[in-house]
């Protein structure tokens, strides 16, 4: 064991020499209370350093392991929700993805129409029995609304309409 002591000034000296008469102790183990031994006012033993051998390398600090992750209700609600709604989430996009969008067909023909000037008094129904005889004139009622792209049934003197041709 070494041995320290107090010089004046504040300066410490270091002996390795024991006192006579006083019997071999086994130091407390550095770091703990009561490691450095106090022999007489102004003289403290230090523990001897353990002998280390060369190959021996320091001990690295283990990681804990952290404290397990707790959820109170609320919590395992959120993180629920959020999961189902990541789950609605990608079967959506995986729908829109899958499913083509439809398209208009490019390919019209073209309908053959004539022209007719809408006279006072007369009505969709005269108009498509004299203009397409021997068809049930409420059908062609019809094609004349879709081909004038027509709100209704009404019509107003002096329009033009678009008929089917005969």
Do not use: K, W
Not at 127 to 140: K, L, M, Q
Request: glycine share 8%; hydrophobic share 45%; aromatic share 2%.
């Amino acid at each position: 064991m070494a041995t320290l002591h107090l010089l004046p000034g504040g300066s410490f000296e270091a002996s390795s020499a024991r006192r006579p008469g006083h019997p071999a102790r086994r130091p407390p183990a550095p770091g703990r209370r009561g490691a450095y031994r106090r022999i007489a006012p102004g003289v403290v033993e230090l523990p001897a350093p353990a002998a280390r051998s060369e190959a021996a390398a320091p001990r690295a600090a283990l990681p804990q392991d952290p404290p397990p992750l707790r959820l109170t209700r609320r919590g395992r609600i959120v993180v629920r929700s959020g999961v189902g709604l990541l789950l609605a989430l990608v079967v959506c996009a995986a729908v829109l993805l899958v499913v083509r969008p439809a398209v208009a067909a490019t390919s019209s023909r073209p309908v053959p129409v004539r022209h007719h000037l809408v006279l006072p008094g007369e009505t969709l129904m005269g108009i498509a029995a004299a203009e397409v005889p021997g068809v049930d004139p409420r059908d062609t009622v019809v094609r004349i609304v879709r081909l004038n792209a027509l709100p209704g049934v009404e019509i107003e003197a002096g329009q033009d309409l678009a008929l089917p041709a005969r």
